[in-house]
């Protein structure tokens, strides 16, 4: 009976101490996460973050560092025939038709563009599967032993598969670029596309409704469920949070993050910061103007004319 009593007591205490901590992991949907302090790598946050899940195209934060290190950006990469039976999210990158290289790498972290993501492994890689041996060899590198890449994109295939924590690597690995720094943390990308441009907006919605984000990457698949991977800044310091197979994606990177932050935003700001339609800007061909000569040699014409008349 004594013991009974202590353990109830103790219980009572636990959740005095720590009622925060109990309702935040209740209400987290994703199986696995993980928030870290990026240069010690001390987690602050978790659950379950060494479970190996489909990484979706949160796979394309490793694509894109991996293209930054090959190119400059100036090359041209021409696009094969298999770009027109990729999925979306896409380019609509058409066969034969050349691009900028720098296009298709901002194109595939802003955008989340499968078929650039594709054209870039190409390039690199010689064929896909060259590229992803080569992405697997740099998860190795940066400790991401759990962690197995069979395509650019992410798109669901068998034996695919990453971790929250290998995710986190990956991420605390790409910010040491500055350019990608830059990339992902751009808002807005404009694509040349014949002769309109096209206006991609991001999908981290976090860019757009909350100040200490400076980069993420979505993901969603039925097969994954929604992933994400993105950093955030504070007191001179930057944290990572990577979540994989949430039902609430941004329900529960709020949750998450309320382990650092007290001003977080409010589900309006998150649905109106949703990523919109593109947007087209066409070019047209200015029309020739009529040389100036010409019309007065009718006018003289006519003239002529009346006088003879008259």
Known sequence: ?????????????????????????DTITAPSYILVEKDSFQVISGRDYNKRLAPA???????????LEKLNGYEIVKADGNVLSIPASKLSLLPGREYKAI????????????????????????????????????????????????????LSVNDQYTTAYDL???????LSNERFKEIAATKYFLFQEGTRNVRYKNHNR????????????????????????????KDEKVYILA??????????????LKNLYEQ??????????????????????????KPVAKKKAKKSKST????AKS
């Open 57 to 67: 195209s949160t796979t394309k934060v490793m694509t894109t560092i991996m293209a």
């Open 1 to 25: 009976m004594v013991y009974k009593e202590s353990m109830i007591r103790l219980l009572a205490i636990v959740l005095l101490l720590f009622p925060l901590c109990v309702v935040a992991n």
């Open 103 to 154: 296009d298709l790498i901002k194109g595939t972290m802003v955008q989340s563009a499968n078929d650039a993501a594709y054209a870039l492994a190409v390039h690199v890689g010689g064929d896909e599967t060259g590229f992803a041996g080569m992405m697997n060899k740099k998860a190795q590198e940066i400790g991401a032993y759990n962690t197995h890449f069979k395509n650019a994109s992410g």
């Open 304 to 307: 002529k004319k009346s006088k």
């Open 168 to 174: 986190a690597l990956i991420m605390r690995y790409a």
């Open 264 to 289: 977080l935003p409010s589900d309006r700001e998150i649905r109106l910061a949703k990523s919109c339609p593109v947007k087209l800007t066409s070019y047209k061909e200015k029309k020739e103007k």
């Open 243 to 256: 979540l994989l197979g949430s039902n609430n994606l941004w329900g529960d990177a709020v949750n998450i």
């Open 206 to 233: 976090f860019l757009f409704c909350f100040e200490p984000a400076i980069a993420g990457k979505t993901g969603f698949t039925r097969m994954s469920g929604h992933c994400y991977v993105g950093a955030f800044e």
